[in-house]
């Protein structure tokens, strides 16, 4: 069994197709198939479903998935013990959730200094992200604080305060309650806190509305489609043109923290130390407004 071989599976597994695969890894598909089938002869047992609308891996296959990446990760992390040099190259992948307001300049600093990185950027909610980074995914990921993961090091990047938005033609919590909610998918940290507002208060919201993005969010907030709840930072732009409206909720809803989180035990490069001592000795930088 060679590396390269488990390296196709996991791709076959991820896309669900051997087209996508081939795609994806610059090979012919008749490479990719011949792969697989040399693993599951191997291994002497099928790893795949196969149907006209792809490959599903078989319960073996689900088990076989499970090491591959544990394998797959620490092959990467060896190459990086060993390759590690003082001056920070090779990839960098990092997750990070849309309102982080200096992302931009967070990243703009860390490219302009260490040309040599090939730095990839994932958005997600909170949970997702932190569920990547536990499975090796990602190197690391800007999320909104929550419990504390024995796996885990957060580093604390800032502070933020949380603000329930509406368009301009809703002035009372009574008018905001009977508003739809506009929101990301179920994992997000800001979702989680207005939902704990929202019980205590002892109701729910009239409706959800999940979005994939935030300039979509505040769009349609701006329309008067729904209220939403997000960083002051994120939308003090949109404030001050008088485009929304800021509502203020009790501290413990609104106060939140932007954390960089990474695994505890996986071993911290120099392309990975550069990049949190960037944001770290950095949290001066300018913000970059998002347009509407």
């Not at 071989?5 to 197709?17: P, R």
């Not at 998935?65 to 090779?90: D, F, H, N, R």
């Not at 800007?142 to 502070?159: G, K, M, R, T, Y």
């Amino acid at each position: 069994m060679e590396f390269k071989d488990l390296e196709i599976f996991q791709k076959v597994a991820q896309k669900g197709t051997i087209t996508e695969a081939a795609k994806d890894l610059s090979y012919v598909q008749s490479n990719i198939t011949a792969r697989v089938r040399k693993l599951e002869d191997e291994l002497d047992t099928p790893l795949f479903n196969r149907n006209n609308r792809g490959m599903t891996l078989t319960p073996e296959g689900k088990k076989l998935l499970v090491y591959c990446e544990k394998i797959l990760s620490l092959t990467s992390e060896m190459k990086k013990v060993v390759q590690s040099k003082t001056e920070p190259a090779g990839k960098l992948e990092i997750g990070s959730v849309e309102t982080v307001i200096k992302l931009p300049a967070i990243l703009s600093s860390y490219n302009k200094k260490y040309k040599n990185v090939d730095l990839t950027l994932i958005t997600g909610v909170t949970e997702e992200l932190q569920d990547d980074v536990l499975n090796h995914r990602l190197d690391g990921a800007f999320v909104s604080e929550i419990s504390a993961h024995p796996e885990l090091i957060s580093h604390e990047v800032f502070q933020e305060e949380l603000v329930l938005i509406s368009d301009n033609t809703k002035t009372s919590i009574e008018q905001l309650l009977e508003e739809p909610f506009l929101c990301f998918s179920e994992g997000c940290g800001y979702r989680a806190r207005l939902q704990s507002w929202y019980k205590d208060q002892q109701t729910a919201p009239q409706k959800v509305m999940e979005f994939g993005t935030l300039e979509t969010i505040l769009g349609s907030v701006t329309m008067g489609l729904g209220i939403t709840f997000v960083p002051k930072s994120a939308v003090s732009h949109l404030e001050e043109k008088g485009l929304i409206q800021c509502h203020y909720l009790p501290e413990k809803y609104s106060k939140i923290k932007t954390v960089f989180i990474r695994r505890k035990d996986a071993y911290l490069t120099s392309t990975l130390e550069k990049f949190i001592e960037t944001f770290e000795t950095g949290n001066d930088a300018p913000a970059y407004p998002l347009s509407v």
